[in-house]
């Protein structure tokens, strides 16, 4: 009895170590295909499509924590105000990827840009961390961003703000 016991321990470990192995080998593609599509920014609808229904969105530095609609209003990609810089074709550059379980965490830098006629991230990188958190399904259904805005950029957010509250 004691000897079917000893190989039916042996075989769970065995399994949760490559169940462990396998959810990080699943979940590397899936971060990697998120920020290549958020780099390139051309297709909102295919970005749309990488967040479950049930998608919980957090931006620190704001203190903002939105469902998936109010994050869609948030990120705003089909806003025309905004244009990539012509010498930057990727709007963020990835430089460090970690994978643990169901989490990916992602940093790296924006690339300048303009927003309406201003030119952002010239003299200050805009560098970030995004921290998500993938379902079953594969979609992000936890996304928690720590981005360095500029404080000018932090004072004209703060004035909008004030502006509706008025």
């Known amino acids: 009895m004691a000897r079917y016991l000893t190989i039916f321990i042996t075989l769970v470990l065995l399994w949760s170590c490559s169940s462990e192995k396998n959810d990080k080998d699943n979940i590397y593609p899936l971060a990697k295909h998120f920020f290549d599509t958020y780099s390139d920014r051309s297709d909102w609808e295919h970005f749309k499509q990488l967040y479950a229904d049930d998608l919980v969105f957090e931006d620190v530095i704001f203190r903002y924590r939105f469902d998936r609609t109010g994050f869609e209003n948030f990120y705003n990609w089909p806003d025309t105000l905004f244009q990539k810089h012509p010498e930057y074709p990727e709007t963020l550059i990835l430089e460090n990827l970690t994978i643990n379980d169901s989490t990916a965490i992602g940093s790296g830098y924006f690339t ?26 594969g979609l992000v259904k936890h996304q928690k961003d720590f981005i360095e805005y500029p404080p000018e950029y932090l004072k004209s957010a703060a004035e909008a703000l004030l502006k509706v509250e008025n």
């Open 112 to 137: 300048p840009f303009y927003y309406g006629e201003k030119l952002f991230g010239i003299d200050h990188q805009w560098r970030f961390v995004i921290e998500l958190t993938f379902d079953k399904q």
